[in-house]
Nanobody, 118 residues
Framework: QVQLVESGGGLVQTGGSLRLSCTASGRMFGVNLKAWYRQAPGKERELVAR???????NYAESVKGRFTISRDNAKNTVYLQMNSLQPEDTAVYYC????????????WGQGTQVTVSS
């Protein structure tokens, strides 16, 4: 009943910017959009950024100062603003949500591809 859909990925040159969006649809009561992850080929999925219910944020060291996570509750959407993109940022980016903070119930989007060329 809950779907997460990411958008905004694409091909960009080194130093460019992209803004990713993830919108929840369906049954949204209790859905907590909380994080962005990414996975590059042959690599483990890694946490890129997270945002708490109170608005506090955390970032991976590799993106700190370049990426910003934000949320618009009225639009049921979480964003990831990515600036100064580097080839190392190339990956499929996924948004993540839980339900009422439960570790047993999580939702994932289908992912959006980000490719940074030099």
């Amino acid at each position: 009943q809950v779907q997460l859909v990411e958008s905004g990925g694409g091909l960009v040159q080194t130093g460019g910017s992209l803004r990713l969006s993830c919108t929840a649809s369906g049954r949204m009561f209790g859905v907590n959009l909380k994080a962005w992850y990414r996975q590059a080929p042959g690599k483990e999925r890694e946490l890129v950024a997270r945002i708490t219910g109170g608005g506090s944020t955390n970032y991976a060291e590799s993106v700190k100062g370049r990426f910003t996570i934000s949320r618009d509750n009225a639009k049921n959407t979480v964003y990831l603003q990515m600036n100064s993109l580097q080839p190392e940022d190339t990956a499929v980016y996924y948004c993540n949500a839980d339900w009422l903070g439960s570790s047993r119930v999580e939702y994932w989007g289908q992912g959006t591809q980000v490719t940074v060329s030099s």
